[in-house]
Antibody
């Protein structure tokens, strides 16, 4: 069955960096675009970034463009999110999600807390 | 960006009664390929979001048939024919026609 397992979350100071990963299994990873979506405490879902199947195209929310970088390794079935210059407002649970339009499978999420 | 506006934002419901959530987009969600990429998600307390409905009205595998989606263009609706206790949570619409992808604010459903 499809599984998406995020890792790499934790507590980090403002201005520092963190790298999230998502291990995919149960499907042909290289055939699907992948997203990161986040939910800040007490707020709704916010789309963060997307990378196409072969990594040729990437899209970012305005709130993270220039600070976050999405990447993937199809040989390892892994999706990554490099988060630099972190701000307090980046505090959220980050979900790895499958599919360009579909958003059909979601990971369990990993919590990122940006605090001094 | 396409703004997705849900109403109501809070929906107290009686068990066994119907419930309805509206979602309006600031521009048409009809893609150039003819599809309308409007999804509905449920997020139960302490869980990850789960897709219920895709492309306006297609129910995902395992989703009870009391859930239905309808609409077109800029105006969409999620209906629950008879609310059960397990339906408590936050419901989101999301458009995947335009970049960036955008979600509605969420509608919190709980039991009266």
């Amino acid at each position: 069955q499809v599984q998406l397992v995020e890792s790499g979350g934790g507590v980090v100071q403002p201005g520092r960096s963190l790298r999230l990963s998502c291990a995919a299994s149960g499907f042909t990873f290289s055939s699907f675009s992948m997203h990161w979506v986040r939910r800040a405490p007490g707020k709704g879902l916010e789309w963060v970034a997307c990378i196409w199947e072969d990594g040729s195209n990437k899209h970012y929310a305005d709130s993270v463009r220039g600070r976050f970088t999405i990447s993937r390794d199809n040989s390892k079935n892994t999706l990554n999110l490099q988060m630099d210059s972190l701000r307090a407002e980046d505090t959220a649970v980050y979900y790895c999600v499958r599919g360009k339009e579909g958003f059909d499978f979601w990971g369990q999420g990993t919590l990122v807390t940006v605090s001094s | 960006d396409v703004v997705m506006t849900q109403s109501p934002l809070s929906l107290p419901v009686t068990l066994g009664q119907p419930a309805s959530i509206s979602c309006r987009s600031s521009q048409s969600l009809v893609h150039s390929n003819g599809n309308t990429y409007l999804n509905w998600f449920q997020q139960r307390p302490g869980q990850s979001p789960r897709r219920l409905i895709y492309k306006v009205s297609n129910r995902d595998s395992g989703v009870p048939d009391r859930f239905s989606g309808s609409g077109s263009g800029t105006d969409f609706t999620l209906k629950i024919s008879r609310v059960e206790a397990e339906d408590v949570g936050v419901y989101y619409c999301m458009q995947a026609t335009h970049w960036p992808r955008t979600f509605g604010q969420g509608t919190k459903v709980d039991i009266k």
